[in-house]
Each structure stands twice: as structure tokens, then as C-alpha cells.
Nanobody, 126 residues
Framework: QVQLEESGGGTVQAGGSLRLSCLAS????????MGWFRQAPGKEREFVAA????????TYADSVKGRFTVSRDNARNTVYLQMNTLKPEDTAVYYC???????????????????WGQGTQVTVSS
């Protein structure tokens, strides 16, 4: 089982940027696809972005496409979410997650994901 810890959340004005990091430990990080999800107050958790095990393939929700970039550094056991041109509707708790199975394309749905971080709060003020 992999342990995940997010960092980098905070409060930013609309139009600003943040970079979230997710540090993994406990198993062979580099063979597992990763995902980012978010949950806004009163809403269900939703998919944001995913990256395959090698970093060669990424997928984004339509709501963040063109503004967010997911990447990974397997040497550092870390996955990142660069968030640019932030909007108030991006306000949420952001979670990283690891795929249940190795060598797949991504952790796109909650049921695909086997491990979760504790979440980091992102607040975008208007």
C-alpha cells in the first residue's frame, strides 16, 4: 500500500497560480498511475487530472483543461498539479490518489484508485 501526502494548497486570488505536490512512499511509485481529484463544499468528489505510470500520457477534466498541468518525477516519488488562471469555482479540497493496479493509464474514477492522501485546501478568492 502506498502512502500519499499532499502539500502546496493555500489561498490565492482569481487569476493566480498554485502548485500542488503529492509525495508517495511505501511501494514502487513509478509503476503506478496517479490521479488528482477535488471536492468542493456540498459537492461530490470529482476527477481533475490523471497521469500514467511513465508520465507519457495525461488526462484532464474539461473544466481544467488548458489551465492545469499534471506531471510526475519518479526519481522523487512525487506527482505535481500546476494550477494556473485559477477561478473561484476551483475552490475545493484537492486529493491525490494512486491506481489500484500497476502499469495502467490513469486513476480516473474513485473506484480505480487504491490509496488516497489526506487532501489539501485550495481557496480562490474573487
Amino acid at each position: 500500500q502506498v502512502q500519499l501526502e499532499e502539500s502546496g494548497g493555500g489561498t490565492v486570488q482569481a487569476g493566480g497560480s498554485l502548485r500542488l505536490s503529492c509525495l508517495a512512499s511505501g511501494r514502487t511509485f513509478k509503476i503506478y498511475a496517479m490521479g488528482w481529484f477535488r471536492q468542493a463544499p456540498g459537492k461530490e468528489r470529482e476527477f481533475v487530472a490523471a497521469i500514467n505510470w511513465s508520465g507519457g500520457s495525461t488526462t484532464y477534466a474539461d473544466s481544467v483543461k488548458g489551465r492545469f498541468t499534471v506531471s510526475r518525477d519518479n526519481a522523487r516519488n512525487t506527482v505535481y498539479l500546476q494550477m494556473n488562471t485559477l477561478k473561484p469555482e476551483d475552490t475545493a479540497v484537492y486529493y491525490c490518489a494512486a491506481d489500484r493496479q500497476p502499469l495502467r493509464g490513469g486513476c480516473f474514477q474513485e473506484t480505480d484508485c487504491g490509496s488516497w492522501g489526506q487532501g489539501t485546501q485550495v481557496t480562490v478568492s474573487s
